[in-house]
Each structure stands twice: as structure tokens, then as C-alpha cells.
């Protein structure tokens, strides 16, 4: 299944946000958006999941989901959006409680999130007894458990220290490493960009336009060697010097606000 964002423009009010934004999600691929502050990555992600009708342009998917599909695709976000009444595997059950599933299959799907996920010991706890990380952890089961065929990240390492967002990197990578499942990752963090994503989609400040699409020579798995550190942190400089004067500009634009 392909997510296509096609000549995507949106405003709200006066305020010009989104300018005739268009690429391409393969099936399997990870794609990153960045861009300076208020350039409208977080708007064009809830465009391309469905919860905002874009002003012009469209979101679409083309070719079938995986079979077994139950949301083709799913969002995972910042602030973890758990329920604090619920366990860590009735949280990740939640979606499933209104699909054909009997309860013995939904068991088996909580089951199989929770040990992709580390989290198989933690069934029983609930949000407030966990870390940032582990909540994450349960954010990331939840989507896992409707098999998506694209995953929605909206920042969703930001509220995290630095060690335990290289953790949660690497299982990134890990749970996206056989290519069944692809993701549209949207970031400030270039580190996160560089190390996650197939390609980087390189926005202007607001009305965010496509100023580049940068392919990352890579595989994911070579980008976890620590020779490739140095490659890595090129990268990083080659996308920062794309967007640091525009980043400047919105940066002040905020302040005098």
C-alpha cells in the first residue's frame, strides 16, 4: 500500500500553513519530515491519517493494505494518549474491542505487541506506574496490535531523555527493519531523521512547500555500526545547512509574535 500526499495546500483562517505539498510513501519505506517550527509538519501528518480535510490537494492510498490490516493506518503520538484507568494490555487491547476478533484471538494479538515490544512483564502495571519510555513502549504495542500498514509518528521521541530516545531508536528500526510495515516520521530532531528514515522530506518555513528530498545511502541496519557514526553525523550537517536560516527566521517570528 502507497500513501500519496498530492498538491496538499491548507490554511487556517488567513494563515497560509501547507503550499502544494507532494510525495510518496512506498509500502515499507520510511519516510521523515523536517523542517523549521510552524512550517505545518504535525498538520500534513493529520492530513495524510484522515483527521484533517486538507484546504486543496489530497490524501490517498493506493493498493490494497495486508490482509490481516485491521487499520491500515495508525498514529503514535507525543504525549502517548494512554488511558491512566487501564493496564498496560488493556491498553493495548482497546482498539481491538470493537473488531470480529474472539476473545482468545485478541489475547493472542496483545500477546504478540507486548513481546514486540518488551512490555510482556508489564501487562499488568499501569501508565502512571511506568516511564516516559515504557509509556511509549505501550503507545507503540497499541498501533502494533491493528497492524498497520503505515505508521503516523508525530514526535514521538521528543518528550524523552537522551538515552532512553536511542533505545526506542533502535526499536524502531528493529520493528521496522522486515519492510511489512512502513511509517511517515515527522521530527525535529535531525539525529532521529537520519538514522530512522529511507528518505527525508525537507520543508520550508510557513506556507511549508518541498524544498528537498533527501535519499539516505544506507541501510537502517548499517546505520547502527558505530563506523557509521561519521557518515551520520555528515548527513545531519548536509540537512541542518538546509534548513538553519529558515529555522532562524521562524525562531524570531515566534519571539515577536
Known sequence: ??????HISHRFGALEVLDDV???????????????SGCGKSTLLSILGGLLQPSAGAAEWRGAPPADSRNPLTFVFQDFALLPWCTVEENVEFPLLHTALT?????????????????????GTYPKQLSG??????G????????????LMDEPLSALDSQTRELLMEDF??????????????????EEAVRIADRIVVLSRRPGR??????????????????ARERLLA????????????????????QHA
Request: proline content about 3%.
Open 210 to 227: 518541498i524544498r528537498e528530498v533527501v535519499s539516505i545511502p544506507m541501510t537502517r541496519s548499517e546505520r547502527g555500526e558505530i563506523h
Open 1 to 6: 500500500m502507497h500513501l500519496i500526499a498530492d
Open 235 to 254: 548527513l545531519q550537517s548536509e540537512l541542518w545547512s538546509k534548513i538553519r536560516e529558515q529555522a532562524i527566521d521562524a525562531e524570531r517570528e515566534v
Open 140 to 151: 507503540i504495542a497499541r498501533a502494533l496490535a491493528v497492524k498497520p500498514a503505515i505508521l
Open 173 to 190: 528500526v528493529r520493528l521496522l527493519a522486515d519492510g511489512a510495515m512502513g511509517a511517515v516520521y515527522v521530527t525535529h530532531n535531525l
Open 133 to 138: 519510555g515504557m509509556r511509549q513502549r505501550v
Open 22 to 36: 507532494s510525495f510518496t510513501v512506498r509500502s515499507g519505506e520510511v519516510v521523515a519530515i523536517v523542517g523549521p
Open 103 to 123: 476473545q482468545s484471538d485478541r489475547r493472542a494479538v496483545v500477546d504478540d505487541a507486548l513481546r514486540r515490544t518488551s512490555l510482556s512483564d508489564f501487562r
